[in-house]
């Protein structure tokens, strides 16, 4: 899972004032331990300067006498004091604090070495296990001469608790910063955000049916500004392409209708006639019936176009019943080896378009007749209660897959089954279906079973029962009505 830009901004900010913090308080306490040794090592050297001037400028007379010394420099031992070492200029230990373990202190030989040099040399030291202590050694010497070494150390207890107050004080201080950032992260992430979120729900309000909405972004941060001038502008060249693919079906759809027409026309006037060959009628038969389904493809085509441009319904009362003969006339010899059969028919009567309802039933029961194998049979059925009306195609072909029956009303969406035969459809017969059922204010339902048949139920809301009805086709009716009547 990828986080969003907004969580990644928050951690990115968070984590680097984090990381300022740490590399802060690294620093700092570096800085103040240095300070705090140095200022160590110049108390070291007054103590050390104390002990000079006792034991070699005042000077004592025997071992005695000078151990007296040392354990009153070191009343307070290493707790609240300082301890001292005295060694020979070969670095033997001659006087200790008694609260030492010489041992402890011994000095290495590079290091007697340099304090025998004359350089003052501080080393920490662990002793007694946990304790640690800061310890100065240096040589004394009268006319070039080495009298001795003074060593003393004292604990560096202070520094440590010091260090370990600027710890706790930057875990608390660190902590809060911490969460502040966060929220002030977060908050300013959303804040900064927001236009482009509100950018984007506009866009996603957006869909392909409704190219004329833009998104308009004024007064936002220019970057945003860009995004929804872009995004406008690629509406506008979308808008301009789908006018342009719709008025091109339209045309397409209108220039073939006539023709199409004129030519079964053509066909069924030499049907008529009189003695004619049974092998020619065939041939003729078949080329209406081809004719037809090339007119009624290229209807669903024009209804399709006009589905896109949000076509006004010419709405007026329509006998669905009657419909459903005409609809039942037309179809019944589409295909001979598959019957068609008229089951219940009721009276209703509903409020449309009467082409568009003619199609959407044209439309239902072709494809009972086109997906039904031979000695099959389609059953067109007209029902009523109180509030719709109910067309029911049953047929008893092939079915639908349950997993695909929420996709066949999808434009251009086919179900290719194995060993079935060819249909020849477009894929657009049940998705204008379904654009006539909505605009109608129904539905179509679809119960399937695979290689048992399907049931297609149009259901419509009808006119309250004794309404009164205009005859269907009434003169000077909209171009609809010209472009329909496909047969
Ligand atoms: P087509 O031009 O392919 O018939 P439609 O939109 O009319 O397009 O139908 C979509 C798909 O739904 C078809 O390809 C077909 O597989 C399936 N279909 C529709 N009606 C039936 C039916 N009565 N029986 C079986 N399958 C059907």
């Given at each position: 899972m990828s986080l969003s830009i907004r969580w990644r901004l928050t951690l990115w900010i968070t984590g680097a004032l984090l990381a300022a913090l740490v590399v802060i308080f690294l620093v700092l306490s570096?800085?103040?331990?240095?300070?705090?040794?140095?200022?160590?090592?110049?108390?070291?050297?007054?103590?050390?300067?104390?002990?000079?001037?006792?034991?070699?400028?005042?000077g004592v007379e025997n071992e005695a006498a000078l151990q007296d010394v040392v354990d009153r420099f070191s009343v307070g031992g290493l707790s609240s004091g300082f301890v001292v070492l005295l060694r020979d200029a070969d670095g033997n230990v001659v006087a200790a604090s008694q609260s030492i373990d010489p041992e402890e202190f011994a000095l290495s030989d590079g290091e007697i070495e340099r304090v025998l040099d004359g350089e003052a040399v501080s080393r920490n030291l662990d002793i007694r296990g946990d304790e640690q202590v800061r310890?100065?050694?240096?040589?004394?010497?009268?006319?070039?001469?080495?009298?001795?070494?003074?060593?003393?150390?004292?604990?560096?207890?202070?520094?440590?608790?010091?260090?370990?107050?600027?710890?706790?004080?930057?875990?608390?201080?660190?902590?809060?910063?911490?969460?502040?950032?966060?929220?002030?992260?977060?908050?300013?992430?959303?804040?900064?955000?927001?236009?482009?979120?509100?950018?984007?729900?506009?866009?996603a309000q957006i869909e392909a049916s409704d190219l004329t909405r833009r998104l308009e972004a004024r007064g936002q941060p220019s970057e945003v500004q860009r995004l929804s001038d872009t995004f406008d502008a690629m509406l506008e060249r979308l808008d301009r392409a789908f006018q342009q693919q719709r008025n091109f079906v339209l045309d397409v759809a209108h220039e073939l209708r006539t023709p199409l027409t004129a030519l079964r026309g053509n066909i069924d006037v030499l049907l008529m006639t009189e003695g004619l060959?049974?092998?020619?009628?065939?041939?003729?038969?078949?080329?209406?019936?081809?004719?037809?389904?090339?007119?009624?493809?290229?209807?669903?085509?024009?209804?399709?176009?006009?589905?896109?441009?949000?076509?006004?319904?010419?709405r007026r009362p329509v006998e669905l019943d009657v419909v459903c003969l005409e609809v039942y006339h037309i179809m019944r010899d589409l295909q001979p080896e598959v019957k068609l059969r008229l089951g219940n028919e009721d009276q209703v009567s509903v409020t449309g378009d009467r082409d568009l309802l003619k199609q959407l039933i044209l439309n239902i029961v072709e494809n009972g007749i086109k997906y039904t194998p031979a000695g099959g049979q389609v059953t067109l059925s007209l029902f009523?209660?109180?509030?719709?009306?109910?067309?029911?195609?049953?047929?008893?072909?092939?079915?639908?897959?349950?997993?695909?029956?929420?996709?066949i009303f999808e434009r251009f969406h086919r179900v290719t089954v194995a060993g079935s035969r060819g249909s020849g459809g477009a894929g657009i017969g049940l998705a204008i279906a379904d654009w006539i059922a909505r605009a109608h204010g129904g539905e179509i339902v679809v119960q399937s079973?695979?290689?048992?048949?399907?049931?297609?139920?149009?259901?419509?809301?009808?006119?309250?029962?004794?309404?009164?009805?205009h005859p269907a086709a009434e003169p000077g009716a909209p171009e609809a009505e010209n472009v329909s009547s496909p047969q």
């Open positions: 570096f800085a103040l331990r240095t300070t705090l040794t140095s200022d160590l090592d110049d108390d070291l050297t007054a103590d050390i300067d104390q002990v000079v001037t006792l034991v070699f400028i005042r310890v100065r050694a240096v040589s004394v010497t009268v006319g070039g001469e080495v009298l001795g070494i003074v060593e003393v150390a004292e604990s560096t207890d202070a520094i440590s608790a010091t260090l370990d107050r600027l710890r706790t004080l930057f875990l608390a201080v660190g902590g809060v910063a911490v969460v502040v950032a966060f929220a002030v992260a977060y908050w300013l992430s959303r804040w900064s955000l927001r236009p482009i979120e509100e950018v984007a729900a506009v866009a060959d049974p092998e020619k009628r065939a041939q003729l038969e078949r080329m209406s019936g081809e004719t037809s389904r090339l007119i009624r493809l290229t209807t669903n085509l024009l209804y399709l176009a006009l589905a896109e441009a949000g076509h006004e319904l010419d009523r209660d109180e509030v719709s009306a109910r067309v029911v195609v049953e047929d008893t072909g092939r079915g639908i897959p349950a997993d695909q029956i929420p996709f079973e695979v290689g048992k048949g399907s049931a297609f139920t149009i259901v419509l809301p009808a006119e309250p029962l004794g309404a009164s009805v």
